[in-house]
């Protein structure tokens, strides 16, 4: 197993490797960088996308292709504008600046944001409790609900339970996270009927000062419709998919001779089916935590004004703040790549009869 651990973190090198070198030379296409984004608002011009596009007097691209190569920079010294390109990093060809980059990320060296004069760790980290709070308590509640009842939905096979429950569980998996977020504020915090919830944040003013039982019971009183709201499609996809795993181990061979030999319904459940049936289920949870974690929480941070990753990650997009989006970037496929190999381990841990060695061999 040592062996195998080994080489799937020596494969993770060339993997994360990869995904950094498209990533970075995607960037080196896209228009409207961190200098054309500065010049743009030296010149009264607002955001610098909207004169790409062709806004404007109608230059559109011939005015981005000007003297100086950036859009919004006539009039402005050729002196600031090679300073301005000094500041950014971007006086050096490309390769040597993906170098740079790889080599200061190796040692976990993320440098500082362009327009927040702050580190990127320390940005990630202030914003990491939001992310931390929805992927987690949004994952743990999935697991929690879906596996006990796709159990039992498999167990009682066709019955008016597993069928009014499938409905429900089809509906939730129907509707789009953001809709039923806003559902819950209009219903649940104040929108049109019961005040009931936060609106916004994930704590109290004045939250310091509570006790501690008194945080905790803020703190999950301000989470509650956030994670309700990101577990719901979570949820009703996993409930299905350890139903459908359960049905799959029941119908075999083996759980018809351990009901031959006289083993309870509940012994063969829990003793021989549940193993076997929570590999695939277990498969699927680093996605699950990946997509609640990063991808999932832009929308719900946005509608709760939480001010998490997800809104980090699209405003550093959006101003071509290149040291937190690749830092970011860098993080979150590091810990992807991790989770997947956490997988592997978690299937040794459920059934022990599992070798990747002698696979591989």
Do not use: C
């Amino acid at each position: 197993m040592g062996a195998y651990i080994l080489r799937r973190l020596l494969l993770m090198i060339p993997t994360l490797l990869g995904i950094m070198i498209i990533n970075f030379a995607l960037i080196q296409f896209v228009p409207g960088g961190p200098v054309e984004q500065v010049l743009a608002q030296l010149q009264g011009e607002g955001d610098a996308f909207a004169n790409i596009a062709g806004g404007g007097d109608g230059a559109g691209a011939q005015q981005f292709e000007n003297d100086s190569g950036y859009l919004g920079a006539r009039g402005l010294p050729p002196e600031f504008i090679a300073e301005l390109e000094r500041q950014f990093g971007f006086d050096k060809p490309p390769l040597e600046r993906f170098l740079n980059m790889m080599w200061d990320y190796l040692r976990f060296d993320f440098g500082e944001s362009y327009f927040r004069s702050i580190s990127v760790v320390d940005l990630v980290l202030e914003k990491m409790p939001v992310s931390i709070t929805l992927g987690l308590w949004s994952t743990v509640l999935a697991y929690l609900i879906s596996i006990p009842l796709g159990v039992r939905k498999a167990v009682r096979d066709g019955s008016n339970f597993d069928t009014w429950t499938s409905g429900v569980v089809i509906v939730a998996y129907a509707i789009p996270g953001f809709l039923f977020a806003i559902l819950l504020l209009v219903l649940f915090a104040g929108g049109s009927y019961w005040k009931i919830f936060p609106l916004r944040g994930l704590t109290s003013p004045g939250f310091d000062d509570l006790s501690l039982i008194g945080k905790a019971l803020d703190y999950l009183w301000h989470i509650t419709l956030p994670v309700a709201a990101s577990t719901i499609s979570a949820f009703a996809g996993l409930t299905l998919l350890t139903k459908n795993s359960f049905l799959d181990e029941i119908r075999k061979q083996y759980v018809v001779t351990a009901k031959a030999k006289g083993l309870t319904e509940r012994r063969v459940l829990y003793g021989h089916v549940f193993r076997n049936a929570m590999l695939i289920v277990i498969s699927g949870f680093p996605a699950l935590f990946v997509s609640v974690f990063f991808g999932g929480s832009l929308i719900i941070e946005t509608i709760f004004s939480l001010d998490g990753l997800g809104r980090l990650g699209f405003e550093a997009a959006v101003n071509r703040d290149y040291p937190v989006m690749f830092g970011t970037l860098f993080t979150f496929s590091l810990i992807g790549l991790v989770m997947g190999l956490i997988t592997d381990l978690t299937y040794i841990w459920v059934d022990p009869r599992i070798d990747f060695e002698s696979r591989e061999a």
